[in-house]
Nanobody, 120 residues
Framework: QVQLVESGGGLVQTGGSLRLSCAAS????????MGWYLQAPGKERELVAY???????TYADSVTGRFTISRDNAKNSVFLQMNNVKPEDTAVYYC??????????????WGQGTQVTVST
């Protein structure tokens, strides 16, 4: 009922830029918040940024001023512009979408993840 497809990961040098994209397709009622999370090896998944359907985004302290999240509601898409990347940004990045079902219950769905590796 919900599919999230991510793209844009890869290898980038320290100080470089990368843009992640995520497109959601769904037969359910609506998409509320969309976001990006990262998971480094041996660590738990953690929030990078999220953006509501209408409103201001929220960022983790570690990426504030470097990353920008945006979305295109007409295309059910969310983006993460990553600037001035650092080696500690290396992780698998997951797109998330909070989707309203036909039962009006909101559930979180995840993409398959895309690897971002920052070289020194």
């Amino acid at each position: 009922q919900v599919q999230l497809v991510e793209s844009g990961g890869g290898l980038v040098q320290t100080g470089g830029s990368l843009r992640l994209s995520c497109a959601a397709s769904t037969t359910l009622k609506a998409i509320n918040d969309m976001g990006w999370y990262l998971q480094a090896p041996g660590k738990e998944r953690e929030l990078v940024a999220y953006i509501p359907f209408a409103g201001a985004p929220t960022y983790a302290d570690s990426v504030t001023g470097r990353f920008t999240i945006s979305r295109d509601n007409a295309k059910n898409s969310v983006f993460l512009q990553m600037n001035n990347v650092k080696p500690e940004d290396t992780a698998v990045y997951y797109c998330s979408a909070d989707v309203v079902g036909h039962d009006f219950v909101v559930r979180r769905y995840w993409g398959q993840g895309t690897q971002v590796t920052v070289s020194t």
